[in-house]
């Protein structure tokens, strides 16, 4: 009870962003399931007349549907150099092709021969034979295909909040992120009942049909047509500049300081698109100007776009340096001052079992590497400065490592299934769960300061973008454990909160 | 008329379907192909609507090369009935009629008034079938809608592929009346294939009995069962020789001391009686009474059968009657010739009658 109480106070705190997402998620499954039908359903009547090529076009597809869709999604950002709604109707639409294109075939290929041969006898032309007998005799078929296709793309639409292109799966994104019940099921609910919804329309369309008149069917197009294309009649002002970020409370709260300082400084129209899954994704949409700013830390700056290591003992400032030099050379890129906060990376275990076995440094795991289990992200299992360094410097190899997504290990070492995790420093976590911080005693870990990362070509072409710089130097530590706290546990504006910290530490007077 | 000269099939698998088949089919004639499986009649069939192509041979249909007919328009000329029945099942009764109307382009209100008429035609009241789909029917009204939906755009030729080999005997017994009096009302060119030598018996005015491939035999119901070319097409026929059904003219005596020329009358002794007169042209003239020719009108043709033509012996008291052709005196019938047939035709090894 107390889980539905929390699903729909939310979904009164968040009724606009609800509708918004709802509305992202029909267009983009119906535009998908539209591609898929208006590719599948021609191939299929094109291979039930060339038999012969038929089975290795149907192997191709079902060889599409085998990829997992998150993978689709990703490589479609490179294939397409684009991130949302694009790359994602796209792959949706590709994963929707085969029972599409299979039950086509199927459905024609199944009319009985006899009939068929009835109709060419008394004189119709192929042409004439498919759309009168064989495509109404084929239409339940057909049909019943783009009814699992369906719903397979209202489904896996949910990922697509992964690359940027919305939908309810934000939601649910969000709730895996914050370990938070109530959003995954306010994304997940409207989900499924929306599944359900057109699952009952196109079934109705079918039987109103009756396999006789294609009027329904046609009808029930031209109605996906045109809410698939609704957008282009809508006029939306093209924003100056996108300011990207990470999934998370931290990156969304500075993405919105930049967008505040900006549009309060200058004349420029900011949006933020934030919830980027990994470093590699942000990056690769600031590379193919999706976003045109995006804040990044200097110790991952430096130890996974640069792939180089700080010397031990370098200051912030240092790092910084060394990073700021790294991305002109290698990309071209501009970084502005860093933030003062240090959302560095550390290991974290429960207190209590922290005391229990004496544990304070990261070297003191040294005995227990056989019988306690690691929880890391999939990024810090891959990073040099994450698990392959603690490897390196402190010659540690556990036995038990578990990897898992950012949102879920706070809660597997909250309840015992893994022992420690990999943590940011500055997350709400740390103060939710009771987590103790182990010492990075031998300084494996760079400062990971925020700071505006941006291409050359951005700077020059709208240099007021300098003023970023004040924000150089600002933001504590607690600070910002305080404002992630705000967003992950109160459930805050990201907008609102970093709009408060610029009113409350003097930025608009 | 339907030519077909030295067709042969052979399919891509190397099977030799039809092998130097040719015959004519008549206008306003029934032909039944018949044999057994395999035996090609069905491959026959098909190419007369280009549903196969000979290898070799070319079909005529009234003097036209069927290569040079357009396909479709050849097949709108011809209807074509399934032993499947084939209805489409999407579309109403009123639609499966209307399919080749709607393609030969014609109006609305013809083409409505065309299928209520077909439907009135096989018994099939218009205001309760035209909506149904065909799945509400039954096998029997499926197949009368085949039918009609064959001759709906008024074909000169209806080809028929073991169309009642999937009813009951009833109703296949009840559909092949309704064909046969179609076709005396219709007149169409009808070319029906068939395994059950009951139906080609009962339908056709012409059988041709294939085997192989080939023609073994062409000819009339009558020639088949009683003149069978060899052993396989009496195998075929089986028991089912009715001597009451043979024409007379097969036992008539055309040399009967029963009958004389007129100028021969004086030299004739009295009996035996009756005595038939014709004169030098053969026209019947009547019989003799006494020393006086008398009219007489009990007589018979020589293409009635043996089972009619003993009812007229029923209606006089006469031992012989003239067999009459045109007018002419062609012979006599007498119940010695009777007994003389029936005694030949069970002299055959092997054959019973019925």
Redesign the interface.
């Known amino acids: 009870m107390g889980t539905i109480q929390a699903v729909a106070d939310l979904f009164q705190n968040r009724q606009n962003m609800f509708w918004t997402l709802l509305w992202e998620h029909i267009h983009m499954s119906l535009l998908a399931l539209l591609c898929a039908i208006f590719i599948s359903v021609p191939l299929g009547i094109y291979l039930s007349r060339k038999k012969r090529i038929a089975e290795p076009i149907i192997g191709a597809a079902a060889v599409l549907q085998t990829i997992p869709s998150l993978a689709l999604l990703g490589f479609m950002i490179l294939l397409l150099n684009e991130i949302g709604t694009l790359p994602a109707v796209v792959a949706l639409s590709v994963y929707a092709l085969l029972p599409i294109l299979r039950n086509t075939y199927t459905g024609i290929n199944e009319v009985?021969p006899?009939?068929k041969?009835?109709?060419?006898?008394?004189?119709?032309?192929s042409f004439?034979r498919l759309r009168?007998?064989e495509l109404?005799?084929a239409i339940p078929v057909i049909m019943a295909g783009i009814r699992t296709s369906m719903v397979l793309i209202v489904g896996t639409a949910t990922l697509a909040a992964l690359i940027s292109a919305g939908g309810l799966g934000d939601f649910i994104m969000t709730g895996i992120d914050r370990a938070d019940n109530a959003y995954i099921l306010l994304g997940a609910i409207p989900a499924a009942l929306l599944a359900l919804f057109f699952d009952f329309v196109l079934r109705i369309t079918e039987k109103t049909s009756?396999?006789?008149a294609l009027t329904p069917v046609a009808s029930v197009l031209i109605a996906a047509l045109l809410v698939a294309a609704a957008p282009l009649f809508t006029f939306s002002q093209k924003p100056d500049l996108v300011i990207g970020g990470k999934l998370g409370a931290e990156p969304e709260i500075i993405a919105n300081m930049y967008k505040h300082v900006i549009e309060e400084e200058t004349n420029l129209q900011v949006v933020v698109e934030s919830g980027f899954g990994s470093t590699d994704a942000a990056f690769n949409a600031l590379s193919v100007d999706e976003i045109d700013i995006y804040p990044e830390f200097t110790g991952t700056a430096m130890a996974a776009l640069l792939e180089e290591t700080p010397e031990s003992g370098s200051t912030e400032e240092e790092v910084y340096q060394q990073a700021k030099k790294g991305m002109a050379e290698e990309y071209g890129m501009v970084y502005l001052e860093p933030m003062q906060f240090n959302n560095t990376y550390a290991i974290a275990m429960r207190e209590q079992q922290a005391d229990e076995l004496g544990i304070e440094t990261i070297s003191d795991l040294e005995p227990y590497t056989d019988e306690l289990t690691a929880g890391f992200t999939f990024e810090f299992a891959d990073r040099e400065d994450g698990y392959p360094g603690i490897q390196d410097v402190y010659g540690l190899t556990f036995e038990n490592v578990e990897t898992m997504d950012s949102g879920l290990r706070t809660r597997a070492v909250e309840t015992g299934q893994v022992d420690f995790i990999d943590a940011y420093f500055t997350d709400a976590d740390m103060v939710e769960y009771n987590l103790r911080v182990l010492e990075d005693d031998k300084n494996l870990f760079p400062p990971y300061q925020g700071a505006p990362l941006m291409k050359q070509e951005t700077m020059e072409a709208y240099p007021q973008l300098e003023i970023l710089n004040q924000l150089g130097g600002e933001i504590s530590n607690e600070e910002m454990q305080q404002m992630n706290y705000m967003v992950d546990y109160n459930d805050a504006d990201p907008s609102k909160v970093a709009r408060e910290y610029l009113t409350d530490n003097g930025f608009f007077d | 008329m339907i030519t077909f000269e030295n067709i042969s099939k052979e399919f891509q698998d190397g099977t030799k379907a039809v092998q130097d088949f040719s015959t004519t089919i008549e206008k306003g004639e029934l032909f039944v192909l018949i044999g057994p499986s395999g035996c090609g009649k069905t491959t026959t069939l098909?190419m007369i609507?280009r549903?196969i192509e000979p290898t070799q041979g070319t079909i005529h249909i009234e003097g036209r090369n069927l290569k040079n007919w357009n396909?479709?328009?050849?097949?709108?000329n011809i209807g074509?009935v399934?032993?499947?029945i084939?209805?489409?099942?999407?579309?109403t009764i009123e639609e499966n009629v209307a399919?080749?109307p709607e393609?030969r382009r014609w109006g609305r209100k013809q083409t409505a008034e065309r299928v209520e008429e077909l439907l009135r035609m096989v018994e099939l009241d218009p205001a309760v079938y035209k909506k149904r789909k065909p799945a509400e029917l039954s096998g029997g009204e499926q197949q009368r809608v085949g039918v009609v939906?064959?001759l709906a755009a008024d074909p000169d030729i209806l080809i028929m592929d073991e169309p009642f080999s999937a009813l009951d005997p009833l109703t296949r017994e009840q559909l092949q009346q309704d064909i046969k009096q179609l076709q005396s009302r219709i007149q169409k060119t009808i070319v029906f294939v068939t395994h059950d030598m009951d139906e080609a018996l009962a339908l056709g005015d012409r059988i041709c009995m294939m085997e192989g491939g080939s023609i073994v035999q062409v000819g009339t119901p009558h020639e088949l069962t009683n003149h069978p070319a060899n052993d396989f097409v009496r195998d075929f026929i089986g028991d089912r020789i009715n001597e009451w059904d043979t024409p007379v003219r097969e036992m008539m005596d055309p040399q009967s001391d029963y009958i004389a020329n007129i100028e021969e009358l004086p030299n004739l002794p009295l009996y035996p009686a009756p005595l038939y007169i014709f004169d030098n042209d053969s026209s019947f003239l009547g019989r003799r009474q006494g020393r006086e020719i008398i009219e007489h009108d009990v007589s018979i043709t020589p293409d009635m059968l043996l089972k009619k033509a003993v009812q007229y012996f029923e209606k006089t008291d006469m031992d012989a009657l003239p067999v009459l052709e045109n007018g002419r005196l062609i012979g006599v019938l007498s119940y010695k010739d009777i007994v003389w047939y029936m005694k030949n035709i069970h002299a055959q090894p092997g054959k019973e009658s019925v």
Not at chain 1, 117 to 125: D, F, I, K, L
Not at chain 2, 71 to 76: A, N
């Open positions: 009985d006899a009939i041969e009835a109709a060419t006898g008394m004189g119709m032309s004439r009168k007998v109404p005799m009756q396999g006789k | 098909k609507n549903l396909k479709q328009e050849l097949r709108w074509y399934l032993q499947q084939a209805l489409f099942p999407t579309m399919v080749v393609m939906r064959a």
